[in-house]
């Protein structure tokens, strides 16, 4: 089973590039906002940055359809701001406030959107992903042609749950693609110390699983086997795994110096692969916009950032009854019985 990449770009209008460049760019800015309230203390717990990525999701996104659903791990602020959240609920959350979509309970890692079939963020490494195949069976017992994007990275790709999954997935020919992000790093070992698989997604030819390895640096490419994995699963074949090599700029998460690598390094990333800049230049040389035209994209994703951190400053903390809400309680026996 070899690895099938892409060998052409997609046609893809004018417009459907300027999405992709503000989609990258909302993310991009709505991160460095966050890092900055993180570092002013109103951002408290864990903050994982999604910043080098955002080819990914805004890829996998353009290729899913109305109904699709979508899970991933604690990284997950550019999933919910590409599948359509609202950045102002996104950034309450995240400083805790009654605004945010889980009422300011659930932070960085715990939040998700029924409306827009985001089903979290999980702290748990790999968890999300035999939840993800649960939310696909579902799709399939009910017989409709929804598939389910179920995200985890290369540090969860060596935990037993993701094989437990692909297993069952692939006996039940659930409509699930696993997307494997591979930043190179995990927490901060890099994968070339973690494992002795060339691959990640070649470890599905153990239950018959097909996938590749894409690009995860070229939106166009990621929308290409995003399209090629949703009509393998729509025509009820069973899953797909797309191990996509993308690159997280900052470190594993607030805390983390990032010192396992070099400065040189992600120097180099950001100056040769960066995927915003990728599409910006695709935008001028093509003529498909101008710089005047970038800069108005730029300064509406600037308002809309800034609008969403002044929402966040401004939302009420959660009401102390809140504890008391939206969670599981024992059920007592009656005093009589």
């Known amino acids: 089973m ?21 989609d990258m760019l909302l993310i991009r800015r709505f991160e460095e906002k966050a890092g900055q309230l993180y570092g002013m203390g109103l951002i408290g717990g864990f903050c994982h940055l999604y910043i080098g990525q955002e080819a990914v999701v805004v890829g996998l996104e353009a290729a899913a359809g109305e109904g699709d659903k979508r899970i991933t791990s604690y990284r997950d602020h550019g999933h919910m701001l590409a599948c359509g959240m609202d950045p102002n609920g996104v950034m309450a959350e995240l400083t805790g406030r009654e ?44 017989g409709n042609d929804r598939v389910t994007f179920t995200y985890f990275g290369d540090g969860a790709a060596n935990q037993g749950q993701v094989y437990e999954a692909y297993n069952m997935a692939e006996l039940w020919m659930l409509p699930c693609i696993f997307v494997i992000e591979n930043n190179q790093y995990a927490m901060g070992t890099s994968t070339k110390r973690s494992t002795k698989s060339p691959s990640y997604w070649e470890r599905g030819a153990a239950y018959g699983i097909p996938g590749e390895e894409v690009d995860g640096m070229d939106v166009l490419a990621v929308k290409e086997a995003g399209e090629k994995a949703v009509a393998h699963c729509r025509a009820g074949k069973g899953p797909y795994i797309l191990e996509i090599k993308t690159y997280r700029y900052r470190g594993h998460s607030m805390s ?16 040769e692969r960066d995927p915003i800049e990728a599409v910006r230049s695709m935008l001028l040389t093509g003529k498909h916009a101008t710089e005047e035209d970038l800069k108005a994209i730029d300064k509406e994703i600037k308002e809309i950032v800034n609008a969403s951190a002044e929402f966040a400053k401004e939302s009420h903390e959660p009401a102390l009854d809140e504890l008391w809400t939206d969670i599981y309680a024992a059920e007592t026996a009656p005093q009589n019985a």
């Open 99 to 142: 605004g945010g979509y889980s009422k300011g309970k659930g932070g960085s890692m715990h939040m998700f959107s029924k409306e827009k079939h985001f089903y979290g963020g999980h702290g748990i490494v790999a968890a999300q992903v035999p939840l993800g195949a649960g939310l696909a069976f579902s799709d399939m017992y009910k």
């Open 256 to 271: 983390d110096p990032a010192k396992y690598r070099t400065r040189e390094e992600v120097q180099k990333m950001r100056d």
């Open 2 to 22: 070899a690895a099938r990449k892409a060998t052409k770009k997609p046609n893809v209008s004018a417009e459907e590039l300027q999405a992709y460049y503000r």
